[in-house]
Each structure stands twice: as C-alpha cells, then as structure tokens.
C-alpha cells in the first residue's frame, strides 16, 4: 500500500505530464478499426448520418415530431426537408474519450457532461471528419484527507463534407481519486452504494407519468409549424415539464442502437482483453463482461459498486435537448446545449425535465433566448443541468 505523500506525489505529477499535452491533437479514428493504433483521440461511430440514423436517434429520445421522419411534413419547413435533431452529434462521435489516469488505486471515471455547439444545420447524408484537441487536466477539488477530483477536457470539432465547421464539442470526463482514508473506510464498511431494487411507483404517479407520455408522443408539448417568434418569449417563462422513465433496458438498447455502439464475440473480446485488470466477473458464469454492462445489467453495475443500472450520460442530455426542441419550435434552432451530469439517473427512475427562460437578446442578426434547463429524479434529486442557448424567428427579422 502506498503511503499518503505518495498518493498526493502520483497525482501531481499526473497532472503536470498531462498538461504538457494541452493543445495537442489526437487521432480521431473509426471505432471499429482492429488494429492497435492509438485510440486516446476519440472514436467516429457513423460518419454519415442517414435518414435511418436520425429516425432511430429520433425515436431514441421518444420523440414523434415528423420533421425527423416525415419528408411531406419537413419539406414545407424552413430546412426544406429532414433535418437531424439537436445532439444527433452523439451518433458521429464519441463524448466518452478513454486517456491515461493517475498510478493510485481505486479511481471511479463519470461522464462529466459534453458542452454541444451547433453552427449549421445537419442534413440526410451528410458526411464528418473529426478533429480531436487535447484540453488537459483541471482541478476541482483538493483535500488533503478525501478524494481529489480532476476534470479532463477535450474539444472535438466535425466538419462536414461542404468543408463547413458544423459542430463543437467540449468533452469532459471526472476522475474521482479517493484518497487512502476513504479506501480504507471503503473496505471496512463495504461498496459506497448498497445493492437496491428498482422502485415501485403509485398508481397515481403512474397515472400523472403516462399522461405527460402521451402529451409527448401526440404533440400537446410540441410547438412544431407554429413559429415561436423571438417578440413572445419573457424572461421568467417556464418550459412544459417532460417525464420520461421508469427507464429501463428498452430505453438504453435504443440509444445503442441508434448511435450504433456494439461489439459481439471475438471483437468484443479484443477490446476486453486490453482491460482485464478493470474487467468485470460475471458472478453466474464466471467470465469477463464489459464495463459498459453497467449501463445495461443491475448485477454488473452492482458488481461494480453502483446500487442499480446507470442510465447513458449522454441520453440524459439528449432528452434535455429534446425538451427545449418542443418549446423552440421547427423554426428554433438549438444553438448551445451546455451540460453537466451532477447526479447519477438508475435505472427504475423517473427523470423530469424542465427549464425556465432567463435571458433574451439580439446578437448580430440573431434573436436568442437563454434558458436554464435541468432534468429531475422522481425525488427531486437534479442529475443534470444544462445551459441552452437557442435562436428564433423574430417578426423583425429582414
């Protein structure tokens, strides 16, 4: 075991290497390359969207608007035809980057939130290349006594096959360091979160869930055709509350689906074989699982600490997108998704989503709202918060 100065002395000098590396970029490779190049830069999933990826990515969200899969309904809308929804990003490429982490035991490694910025549409066909900029290394929190936190960045910027800068992304990933105090409480008093069922919901609850759910699927949230011009939003507005849930194994194969995340068999295993150090036991069959079986299997996240199953990070943002896009309108266009994942969402819970207008002001020649957003647990518990910035038709407008 290794002794306090040590742990604070590995820790430091992680930092220190992995700034060094600031502004370098990586390579950005096909994520399904079986060759043994270096794959700290990212992975590209899809480079081209299909009219099929954004119909599934659509349905991924449970959202029923026709402007993504209705060409009669899109083609008499401002883009003309099938567009693809806001964080449809997260099909092209990978906001969960893989890099080096601190020589000291038992680090946890969270998805931190993925800041989105959108400059132009993004159409059927279109096609991406990928440019990784390294960020570094930040530190959120330091004590000498408990854990330290670090927050690794990344900026990933798609251009698109009219040599056009069509998206931004800054990546963020948190590293939570426990330090030896707490590992050491941690073996005394067993894993941090106790093993727990899925909850069981009231008749009433239910109720109020499934008719927020078919609000959503028949449009009462949506604004759709009708502009929401810029000249009718006040500061203080709220935005419909979306529930969505209890989310469960359904809901996560349809995200993977969408963006197309699988391996199977022998590549499966190629990937594994790399990390059987971190590896998981399946506790019935006796052999290694994936890690990313957290997001889909309640005994493997157990396994792994956690109480339950964990919801995909980059769903929960992508339902948040999918709520300010009802409110916006066809003619809204979602400029800036800021997002940070505070809290874990389990599979079982309920997640809510709402937000409130807090800022409206013209830039150049575009009228934009600000609007704080955040998605709720069904006990209030915020798990993630995000910062829109979205642009609307304004009858001034030239």
């Not at 699927?217 to 709220?238: H, I, L, N």
């Not at 529930?243 to 995200?255: F, K, M, Q």
């Not at 809290?343 to 020649?365: P, R």
Request: glycine residues 8%; charged residues 30%.
């Amino acid at each position: 075991m290794i002794k306090d100065r040590e742990w604070q002395s590995r820790i430091d000098a992680f930092i220190k290497e992995e700034n060094k590396k600031s502004g370098k970029v990586l390579p950005v490779y096909r994520i399904y390359c079986q060759d043994d190049n270096n794959r700290l830069g990212g992975g590209l999933y899809n480079e081209t969207i299909t009219i099929d990826t954004i119909g599934r990515f659509a349905r991924a969200l449970g959202d029923s608007n026709p402007l993504y899969s209705d060409p009669n309904y899109a083609k008499k809308t401002r883009w003309r035809g099938i567009v693809a929804p806001p964080l449809i990003e997260s099909c092209v490429v990978s906001t969960f980057v893989k890099g080096k982490y601190p020589s000291v035991p038992g680090i946890k490694v969270f998805d931190a939130g993925t800041r989105w910025e959108r400059f132009v549409p993004m159409f059927p066909n279109d096609t991406f290349r990928a440019e990784n900029k390294y960020l570094g290394i930040k530190e959120l929190s330091k004590n000498k006594n408990e854990s330290r936190i670090l927050l690794r960045q990344h900026e990933v910027t798609l251009t698109n096959n009219r040599n056009e800068r069509a998206a931004a992304l800054t990546v963020r990933t948190i590293m939570k360091c426990p330090s030896l105090n707490v590992l050491e409480r941690f073996r005394n008093q067993g894993t941090q979160n106790t093993p727990a069922k899925r909850p069981h919901y009231s008749k009433e609850m239910l109720e109020k869930l499934y008719f927020n759910l078919d609000g959503q699927f028949d449009g009462r949230f949506r604004r759709g055709g009708v502009p929401r011009y810029w000249e009718d939003v006040e500061v203080g507005q709220s935005l419909p509350e979306e529930w969505v849930g209890p989310y469960d194994e359904a809901d996560g194969r349809s995200l993977m689906a969408a963006i197309g995340v699988s391996n199977a068999f022998a590549t499966k295993w190629g990937s594994l074989r790399k990390w059987r150090a971190h590896g998981i036991i399946d506790p019935e069959t006796g052999a290694y699982r994936d890690p990313i079986d957290r997001h889909a299997s309640d005994v493997i996240a157990q396994n792994q600490g956690s109480k339950r199953a964990i919801a995909y990070g980059v769903h929960n943002q992508a339902l948040i997108a999918k709520t300010v896009s009802d409110w916006m309108g066809d003619d809204g266009a979602l400029k800036v998704l800021d997002c940070q994942c505070r809290k874990i969402l389990y599979y079982g819970d309920l997640s809510i989503q709402s937000g409130v207008v807090t800022k409206k002001y013209k830039e150049g020649k575009e009228y934009l709202v600000k609007i704080k957003m955040q998605a709720a647990r069904q006990d209030g518990e915020v798990h993630t918060q995000a910062d829109a910035i979205v642009s609307l038709p304004s009858r001034n407008a030239k």
